[in-house]
């Protein structure tokens, strides 16, 4: 039959195409979603609109529903926190409030979405700033500020809104915490007593050296240098007097505040001498042998006893953090001076959606929770009773599971507003401001880099660096085939038109300052 | 020793055959079973020794995380079997309702309806308008409806529909049956229909796996923890335990309890709970495929 023979090649045509297809997509239900449009009309139930009819009220302002998009949760008990905040927002400025939480999993591409199909909402907290600022998602917020959010405005540390400011516009106000971030290390307190370790002589990464050789002598179920493939020693920067400019934090761009020139930092003598010290510490059997691919936590490590010290950001509260997560007392050591640079001060904003139908009254929402205590522990700690117990005038005890504990007060607000959690330091609000005085500010503060123009050799380097970053400093190989090898790829893959695409913005900066 | 018939292979080969495939069926079933034992294995005790078929301690820590709130992992079965039976129904019924005309030689318009399927086949419209169309077109936002429709034709599989169709029901039949009397509706439903069971059942059985392990449409359409399917739970979940505790210092007050969960044993109990009941459909659906291998293997 010639027929069947016809439709078998067709088939397995067709096949081969839905194969290649599936293959290539990211993602199946683009390619197959499309169609279903056509017959969605006759199956489609009315929806269950989530758009509450708006009860018109004659008071001096119109009442109006404000949506407000945060990370984490969704919590279960939400509703009833939205109910409490609407009847107290009541007399203030007449809106309720609507919280959507949008859960850790990529929140940042649901957001897109919503920018990029002109989806009318609120307010939103600011993943991928910079890309959505440029693109006009945002609406610019002088204006807004000068009129509804006078206080806030007031209190605000002026580097915070010039971290926001992206060509001249204020584009988001950023959560009111600590200002800068730094590294460090956090020990295992029982250990450094045991041992008489002097933490606070260390001064740069390359001090721990004695005290892992201890380790190593004394105490043979420890790891000395526990790494794990997310956190490397590459927290630890050989230029400390540096920032890492590019975007995206993953490829090597940094700007030298001596020269105000960019370079690459795994191209240096500097780089090799450290990786090799590294190598030399995995030689000696400080470090793990699998640090490279390990995804054991670094808190669970030391909390197993598998390590003594963990490592990364560190901020004024970490002690108490760190104690709490590893369940034993640490102590902290920051390496760095607490540097503020714009990237850690766009850490967690807010902002206002160009698609808002009413941006007065989000911007005065914003002024609140900024300024009214009242508004920003219900917003952040819940309801008193249900999902927080005082006990203290200003101290509160979470009630476990009760349905409402992912709306974090770094997200949004002003931090030194919440009522201290029971485990924190009573000291916290002296911290943060102890923190803040020691603080140094970048010199090219309010520089933020337009990615646009390099995209493409962006996300090629970044994946270079991935490819690489974890073998080199996990001490497992002779640092410096690789890094040549690495270095190459960097240039192949253009990361000379990167360096010097954020040089030039960099120079325009400096020329306009 | 008995004497060896025809249909008896000789005893070696039976024993060689007998541990190839009882290899064959440990290697299937051991990775389940490790997968199991982590899930209790007391998490401190995994940091220190890696992974164990026969764990040091004990715990169930992470199965009492998983449904410490059994309401929403109960609500999350529900809707997901709520979706992949209807979904499943329904997008089998339209996709047969697309196939069959286009599969007719006496479909005037079968060619442009083709085309317009295997158009849509490679080129879609793009993550944004599909978004757009979805959201604003529809307002299927929040709804269960939008964890159905966007998966309810496939065109990959309306081409599978149409080739069986056009292999396995002969024209003449169909003329037959129209002779004799039948409508459409009646010839499709009582001669295509009982005839095209197999591929009915192929269909059924891609759409069911298509809809219960879906969880793209949850996380895109879905902010209402009612909604969530239970896939798209697991994946939150696992992904909010590891969010957590990467960055568990970097977080204040209440949620600094759930940075300290076990991310390692919980991922493997959800994995164990979300293969949950659809290991059930293969079986039923495992008669047809045996069906429709004898049928392929008569000679036309």
Redesign the interface.
Known sequence: ?AG?KG?GL??SF?LL??LS?SGCGG?N?????????????S???P????KAAATEKTNELEQVELSLYLP?G?D?DVASVEQAINEYLKDKINATIKI???????PAD?VN?MI????VFDMVYTWNFMTNAAKGAYLPLEELLDTYAKETKAQINPAYLQAATVNGHLYAIPTEKELGQSVGF?FDKAIVDKYGFDVNSIKKLEDIEPMLKTIKEKEPAITPLFMNH?DSLNWFTVYPDSEDLDGSNEIPTLLDYKTMKVFNEYDTPDILARLKLIREWYKAGYINKNGATD???L???V????AWFTY????P??TN??S??A?KPMVIKTLLPVQVSTKSLQGSMLAISRTSKNPERAMMFMNLIHTDPVLYNLL??GIEGKH?KKVGDNTVE?I??SGY??V???MIGN?LL?YL?K??DPKRVQLYTDWNKNSKVSPVIGFVFDSTKVQSQIGALINITKQYKNTLYSGEKDPEPILKEMNSKLKAAGLDAVISEIQSQMDAFLAAK | MEPVTNNEISRPANVILHIIFIILAITCLLPIVLVFMISITD???I??NGYQFIPEKLSLEAYAYIF??YT?IAKAYGVSIFVTVVGTL?SVF?SSLYAYPISRADFKYRGFFAFL?FF???F????????????????????I??L?????????NV??MK?YF??SVPPALIEASKIDGAGELRTFFQIVFPLSLPVFATIGLFNTLHYWN?W??S??FV???DLYSLQYLM??MI??A?????N?????????????L???TIRMAMALIGIGPIVLAYPFFQRYFIKGLTLGSIK?
Not at chain 2, 130 to 136: A, H, K, R
Not at chain 2, 242 to 246: H, I
Request: proline fraction near 4%; charged fraction near 20%; charge should be negative.
């Open positions: 039959m069947k439709t067709l088939l067709v195409i839905g297809l993602n239900s683009n390619n197959e979603a499309a169609p279903a449009g056509t017959q969605a009309d199956t489609a139930a929806a269950a609109s989530d984490g969704p279960k959507n939480q949008l859960s850790w999993d990529k649901k979405l990029q199909s002109g989806e956090a997310t995804k054991t936590e808190k669970d490590a909390k197993s006893g598998k990364g950001n560190m901020n509260t970490s953090d760190w709490r997560l369940e952040t700690f927080y979470f476990p599971d504990n992912s974090s007060s770094w931090v919440n959690n485990d924190e | 998490y401190d005790s940091v220190l410490k709130d929403v329904l339209i399927i849509t086949m490679l879609g419209g793009g993550l944004v308008p599909w978004y757009m169309v979805y959201t604003q077109v529809l307002d299927l936002k929040n709804s409806w939008a159905i429709v966007p998966m309810l034709l496939s065109p990959f081409l599978i080739t056009q292999m879906d793209f449409n996380m895109i902010t209402d923890t994946y939150k992904s909010q590891d969010y957590l505790s990467r568990g210092a970097l977080i204040q007050g209440s949620a600094t309890e759930l940075a300290k076990p991310g390692e036309g």
